[in-house]
C-alpha cells in the first residue's frame, strides 16, 4: 500500500468551513473502508470518521457528528472530508488510512498502516 497524500488544511476561524481530500492509489481496489484521522498537539491520533467499502454508510465519532461528512470517489481514488462549524478543538494534523468502525470508536483496519503527511487544520477562536 502506498502511501496516501492529503490536502486542503488550512487556517480557518472558529464557524468556518474546510474542505479535505486524501488520495490513494489502491483507495478503490484494496477493498478496505477508508476513514479519517486526526491527532491533536499533545494528543494520540484519533479515529474520527470511516466510510465504508460500498460509500454508502459513513461512521462519526460523537465529537464530530452532524457537523462533518466523509465521501469516498473511487472513480478518482479519493476519500473527502467536508467539515463545518469549525471548532477550536477541531485543531489538528488530519490523516487517512483504512479504518474499522466499532461501537463509539474508529480504528485503523491494519495492524500497521502507512500514514501520509497529513494536512493541518487550525482553528482560530
Known amino acids: 500500500q502506498e502511501q496516501p497524500v492529503e490536502s486542503g488544511g488550512g487556517l480557518v476561524q472558529a464557524g468556518g468551513s474546510l474542505r479535505l481530500s486524501c488520495t490513494s492509489s489502491?483507495?478503490?481496489?484494496?477493498?478496505?473502508?477508508w476513514g479519517w484521522f486526526r491527532q491533536a498537539p499533545g494528543k494520540e491520533r484519533e479515529g474520527i470518521a470511516c466510510?465504508?467499502?460500498?460509500?454508502?454508510?459513513?461512521f462519526y465519532v460523537d465529537s464530530v457528528k452532524g457537523r462533518f461528512t466523509a465521501s469516498r470517489d473511487d472513480a478518482k481514488n479519493t476519500l473527502n472530508l467536508q467539515m463545518i462549524t469549525l471548532k477550536p478543538e477541531d485543531t489538528a494534523m488530519y490523516y487517512c488510512?483504512?479504518?474499522?468502525?466499532?461501537?463509539?470508536?474508529?480504528?485503523?483496519?491494519?495492524?500497521?498502516?502507512?500514514w501520509g503527511q497529513g494536512t493541518l487544520v487550525t482553528v482560530s477562536s
Open positions: 489502491t483507495l478503490s481496489s484494496d477493498g478496505f473502508a
Open positions: 466510510v465504508t467499502w460500498s460509500g454508502n454508510t459513513a
Open positions: 488510512a483504512p479504518c474499522s468502525s466499532l461501537p463509539g470508536l474508529i480504528i485503523p483496519a491494519q495492524r500497521a498502516p502507512r
